[in-house]
């Protein structure tokens, strides 16, 4: 591929910033819509849950994650992209107001959660920019025991295969690991994985 190519690519959906970040951000709206609300699905919130959402891009998943937990309940978006981040705020002004979402820097390897601080983790198609060990240790250290890990991603985007995913997911400390995919062709499939936080390692 050109050097042109990637580096329009990597400013458009690896690393989103300027006008083509805002571009890309508009394609995820659109593009993501479906697998954000399986991961909510999947996660299976419940009103008054603390979640942690990663790579929340323009933030669509942060507000049906936000919807989802209720005014009890409480959502932080990390993001290492400052033009996703305010695409999202912008999506969740309104929770953004009131307290019940937060949204700030930070990548699956750097949330600055509190030890045991949240009771899930979501994360929709980013799981290709992770280096999966050091993430997979800072994931359990958020989660308190029982916490799950919900991640979906598009196959095609996938640097390995759903199963090779869920077996780094038990290698990194987690049990009870389910997997699923949906879509008939390699093109459209999505793998979803959830996860539990079985405690301290």
Do not use: Y
């Amino acid at each position: 591929m050109h050097p042109v190519l990637i580096k329009a690519l990597d400013s458009t959906f690896g690393h989103p910033r300027g006008v083509m970040g805002r571009f890309g951000g508009a394609v995820m709206v659109r593009g993501n819509a479906p697998q954000e609300r399986w991961a909510v699905e999947l996660a299976d919130l419940r009103p008054g849950h603390r979640v942690l959402v990663l790579g929340h891009g323009p933030g669509v998943g942060l507000a049906l994650t936000a919807a989802a937990v209720g005014d009890d309940g409480f959502v932080l978006g990390v993001d290492p992209s400052g033009a996703m981040r305010k695409m999202a705020s912008a999506r969740c002004a309104d929770g953004v107001r009131s307290g019940r979402v937060e949204i700030r820097d930070g990548t699956s390897e750097r949330t600055a959660c509190a030890d045991a601080s949240v009771d899930r983790v979501i994360s929709v198609n980013n799981i290709t920019m992770w280096d999966r060990p050091a993430s997979f240790r800072e994931l359990r250290r958020v989660l308190r025991p029982g916490g799950q890990l919900t991640i979906v991603a598009h196959r095609h985007i996938m640097n390995t295969s759903p199963e090779e995913l869920r077996a780094d997911v038990e290698t990194g400390g987690f049990a009870d690991v389910d997997l699923a995919v949906r879509g008939r062709s390699l093109k459209r499939a999505v793998a979803g994985i959830r996860a539990v936080n079985p405690g301290a390692a």
